[in-house]
Nanobody
Framework: QVQLVESGGGLVQAGGSLRLSCAAS????????MAWFRQAPGKEREFVAV???????NYLDSVKGRFTISRDNAKSTVYLQMTSLKPEDTAVYYC?????????????WGQGTQVTVSS
């Protein structure tokens, strides 16, 4: 059974930085694409960033140049380094593992971690 456990969320002032981590188990991590999504209050969940099994990346336009997704296959962990945070980045951030990401069909999800950016 796939398990994804996010950590690293918290409260930060605008302009600050956070690094989210997602530890995966129950899957052949190096074979899976990994992604981060987020959901703000009253809004639908949206794609933030994806990293393929081979390391290629793609980002939501509004986070390009500020967020960096990376993976450590030896630790079965994916990271999201977030810098120059803005209040509009406030959301619950979810980690996902799948073979077709950012298409979420058949993906597994973590429980989410709250990121709050104060102005």
């Amino acid at each position: 059974q796939v398990q994804l456990v996010e950590s690293g969320g918290g409260l930060v002032q605008a302009g600050g930085s956070l690094r989210l981590s997602c530890a995966a188990s129950g899957l052949t991590f190096s074979s899976y694409a990994m992604a981060w999504f987020r959901q703000a209050p009253g809004k639908e969940r949206e794609f933030v960033a994806v990293i393929s099994w081979s390391g290629s990346t793609n980002y939501l336009d509004s986070v390009k140049g500020r967020f960096t997704i990376s993976r450590d296959n030896a630790k079965s962990t994916v990271y999201l380094q977030m810098t120059s945070l803005k209040p509009e980045d406030t959301a619950v951030y979810y980690c996902a593992a799948g073979l077709r990401l950012p298409n979420t069909k058949g993906s597994s999800w973590g429980q989410g971690t709250q990121v709050t950016v104060s102005s």
